[in-house]
């Protein structure tokens, strides 16, 4: 419990904190997935079973009908919403259409981390950052890549180390796993949990 000034009315307020589940919003990709709905519905279990309750950013019908200027904005605000509401960001990190994770999701994670709220993150890629990078093409020649055996850019998991104090889970095994497995998700949802309890 942190420090004050033992008044009541924060310890009742710790006391209901304690009794409810933290919410923990579902960062990442998953949302572009074709079973995109089925998939959050995976999570949602898992989470459940170990004691969150999850928030994945799914975008309902409503809001993918609008005309698509109110749409970006509506589905930022929605996003933006849930974030705030959540304990905690459990971020799917796993490269995304490049060698690096989603860009949206890195918005989130700053977001999580400025905010003070514990961050847990995953990549079902066990392949290095460094190594990854060398398969993409680059736009000028003779461009360097940091070498520091991370799994992303260092900005990233130093986020991430820094917001919940682990390092981005990856496969134990050292292999890459497809894109929707969530095995490591489930090991990064579990050490959350022993983390905030």
């Known amino acids: 419990m942190r420090g004050g000034s033992g008044a009541s009315a924060p310890a009742r307020t710790s006391s209901k904190r304690r009794n409810r589940l933290r919410c923990a919003y579902l960062a990442g990709p998953d949302v ?23 928030m994945p950013p799914l975008n309902d019908d409503d809001l993918l009908a609008l005309p698509p200027e109110q749409a970006w904005r509506a589905i930022f605000a929605k996003d933006l919403a849930m974030m705030e509401a ?33 961050i847990f993150a995953y990549s079902n890629t066990a392949t290095p950052f460094a190594e990854r990078s060398r398969a993409v093409p680059d736009p000028l020649p ?20 820094a917001g919940g104090g682990h390092p981005i889970m990856l496969p134990q095994d ?24």
Do not use: Y
């Open 32 to 54: 572009f997935l074709p079973n995109a709905a089925d998939h959050a519905a995976a999570k949602l279990a898992i989470c459940a079973r170990h004691g969150l309750r999850g």
């Open 86 to 118: 959540a304990d905690l960001v459990i971020a799917n990190l796993t490269p995304f259409r490049g060698a690096s994770a989603d860009a949206g999701t890195l918005v989130e994670l700053g977001w999580f981390l400025g905010s003070g709220k514990p």
């Open 142 to 161: 003779g461009l360097q890549v940091e070498g520091f055996g991370l799994a992303d850019n260092l900005m990233i998991p130093g986020a991430v180390m």
């Open 174 to 197: 050292g292999r890459d796993r497809a894109f929707d497995a969530l095995d490591v998700f489930e090991a990064c949802v579990a050490l959350a949990v022993k983390s905030l309890a």
